[in-house]
């Protein structure tokens, strides 16, 4: 009769002994930390600017002049059309409208006074605009889907009055014409000279606006199709913008800002028609 040894002998090569599965647990664990470690490493490839971002006048800017990073992002059917991004630190780039005054750019910030439409944006339908800009005196206001300054949605921040509650205005302009101003309270309080960071959601016929992170209002309307983005201030008002980008709306890149993964750069009350803003 054979003893147990050597049975095992004979059937070693079919049997999977105790002391082997530790090293299949350990090539599992470390192939799933490899696949890990490759993912970080290609989104950071694909997100991490490698250089300024050069102002010119083609349609679209890069976030990045590396090409690994250009490589990654080919990968990913889900990356965004759009990728425009102006940091006022390296100049104050492309505008539609009277030429920028003296005032109106200093100190590596734009302090806009009449409407400016970025020029790299005014093709664009769809989108989300992100900025960050500080209320200096009263209000700060932006415009989106503006095909030129006499055509656009408007939109402004305004300080509490007397410690009142701080709002958003919006309104319509077609043909020169102010349309439809409405002004609603805000569950902020917005204080002078705190940069905030605003998010547009521009998709369709639907509006959204955050700020900080907190919706403050959507809207739906049809009256402009298509159109870019731009700053303004009104009579008695002052503000002034650090930084502005455009991604794709709902993309996989816009997520990751949403949800905070991305860096910033340093740094129902209805009027009448046409009736005056202050």
């Not at 997100?47 to 002049?65: C, D, E, F, G, H």
């Not at 700020?211 to 008695?236: K, L, P, Y």
Request: hydrophobic share 40%; net charge positive; glycine share 10%.
């Amino acid at each position: 009769m054979r003893d147990a040894g050597e049975l095992v002998g004979d059937y070693e090569e079919f049997l999977i002994l105790p002391e082997q599965k530790p090293k299949a647990n350990g090539n599992r664990f470390g192939n799933i930390s490899a696949l890990v470690i490759g993912l970080i490493v290609g989104l950071c490839l694909w997100m991490i600017p490698s250089a300024p971002v050069p102002v010119s006048q083609k349609l679209r800017y890069t976030l990045s002049n590396n090409r690994l990073s250009e490589i990654a992002r080919g990968l990913f059917p889900d990356s965004p059309k759009i990728n425009l991004r102006q940091d006022f630190r390296l100049g104050a780039g492309d505008w539609i409208g009277r030429e920028l005054s003296a005032g109106e750019y200093r100190s590596g910030m734009l302090h806009p006074d009449r409407l400016k439409v970025w020029k790299p944006s005014v093709r664009l339908r769809d989108y989300q605009l992100e900025f960050q800009g500080s209320i200096e005196k009263r209000a700060m206001g932006w415009a989106f889907r503006a095909s030129d300054v006499e055509n656009y949605y408007g939109a402004k921040l305004t300080l509490g009055h007397r410690g009142g509650r701080s709002e958003i205005e919006r309104f319509v302009m077609l043909n020169g014409r102010e349309m439809d101003r409405v002004r609603l309270p805000i569950p902020l309080l917005l204080q002078p000279s705190v940069p905030y960071r605003v998010r547009v959601k521009v998709k369709g016929d639907f509006f959204a606006t955050a700020v900080n992170g907190q919706i403050v209002d959507t809207w739906r309307d049809r009256r402009h199709s298509a159109g870019g983005v731009g700053f303004f201030t009104e009579r008695g008002e002052q503000a002034s913008v650090r930084w502005i980008s455009l991604s794709e709306p709902d993309s996989f890149f816009s997520r990751l800002l949403a949800m905070g993964f991305l860096v910033a750069p340093p740094s129902m009350i209805t009027l009448p028609a046409g009736s005056p803003a202050n």
